[in-house]
């Protein structure tokens, strides 16, 4: 099985970087501004990248300011079943995000694809928690 990894510091307090993976208003100024999120275990999160392309994402674990983890129930085949983790630590005010995409079952030309992606929604992340402004999907130039 594949897995995608990365890693990014960002200057801010962990609760900060936490709320912003965490809620509706946090995910929609750095991945989608079409969405549907609850911060709850168990609820499924929805983010719409137009043309009828919905990703849908059981939450499966919250540790508050430490792990966020998802599987995704709904999208393109290639994501169904896999997992996204965010895990968070904070040393001397920077918050370092290792998120991790993983039980992948092959790498495809989508697989590196949304590698890509996941590097550019970290630096989403990073802006936003830094400089209070993401590059959500809608604003991103492809």
């Keep these: 099985m594949e897995k995608i990894e990365h890693i990014n510091y960002i200057k801010s ?6 709320k912003t993976l965490t809620t509706q208003d946090g ?11 609850k911060p709850e275990v168990g609820f499924i999160n929805e983010f719409d990248f137009g043309d009828n392309d919905t990703t849908k994402m059981k939450i499966v674990e919250l540790s508050s300011n430490k ?3 998802w599987e995704c129930v709904d999208s393109d085949p290639e994501w169904i079943g896999t997992k996204i983790s965010f895990d ?28 890509y992606n996941w590097a550019m929604f970290l630096l989403s992340l990073k802006s ?6 993401g590059t959500p999907y809608q604003k991103r130039k492809f």
Excluded: M, S
């Excluded at 307090?13 to 936490?18: D, E, G, K």
């Excluded at 995910?27 to 999120?37: A, F, G, K, N, P």
């Excluded at 998120?99 to 590698?115: A, G």
């Design 13 to 18: 307090p962990i609760a900060t970087v936490y």
């Design 128 to 133: 936003h928690c830094e400089d209070g402004e």
């Design 88 to 115: 968070l630590t904070e040393k001397n005010g920077v918050t370092a995000v290792v998120l991790k995409h993983f039980d992948w079952r092959e790498l495809t030309e989508f697989y590196q694809w949304c590698n």
């Design 67 to 69: 792990r966020i983890l």
């Design 27 to 37: 995910l929609h100024d750095v991945w989608t501004t079409e969405l549907i999120v």
